[in-house]
């Protein structure tokens, strides 16, 4: 039983040797011009999503929603922020850059359904290497965080037009 530990133990070292190796010595690509390995591409996401849940448990938000009053004022914080930028928003395509970053950004019809807290959680936050930055350290108001919170669940749902008539200069 000594000798197979010792075995077992000599394999991790000899493991953890070689990973290091791999990645201090620059073999692994980190260029975002190339797709990401399979088991990096796999891993990433499970270990941002554990995260994210994870640090975002206990977050409510301070008011509905569901309040169109809030919906806009998110549609107006989230303009101000640049949120369309990477994301784009109802009738305006994200800018030519965002194309750019690894992982894409995601097309916010398809995080819509996530939890409330864990947009805010992402948004104020950020996450990274992915380009996505906090917007706690940008000096967006946890406030205006919730209510791009209220806009980003409704994004599917608003018209191109009535995105424009929201953020639009007084």
Known sequence: MKILLALIGALAIVVAIVAAGYFFLGFYNVAAAIDDPAIVGWALPK????????????????????????????????????CFNCHGGPGVTWAKFSEGLHPDPPD??????????????????GINMTGMPSFEKAGVSD??????????????????????AWTAAP
């Open 108 to 125: 916010l019809k398809d995080v819509a359904n996530d939890e409330p807290r864990q947009i805010f959680w992402t948004i104020k936050n």
């Open 143 to 164: 406030k205006d965080i919730w209510s791009i919170v209220a806009f980003v669940r409704k994004i599917g749902t608003i018209k191109p037009e009535d995105y424009k």
């Open 47 to 82: 270990v941002r999503d554990a995260s994210i849940d994870r640090h975002s448990a206990g977050l409510r938000p301070p008011t509905s929603l569901d309040d169109p009053a809030i919906i806009q004022a998110g549609a107006r914080a989230f303009a101000k922020a640049g």
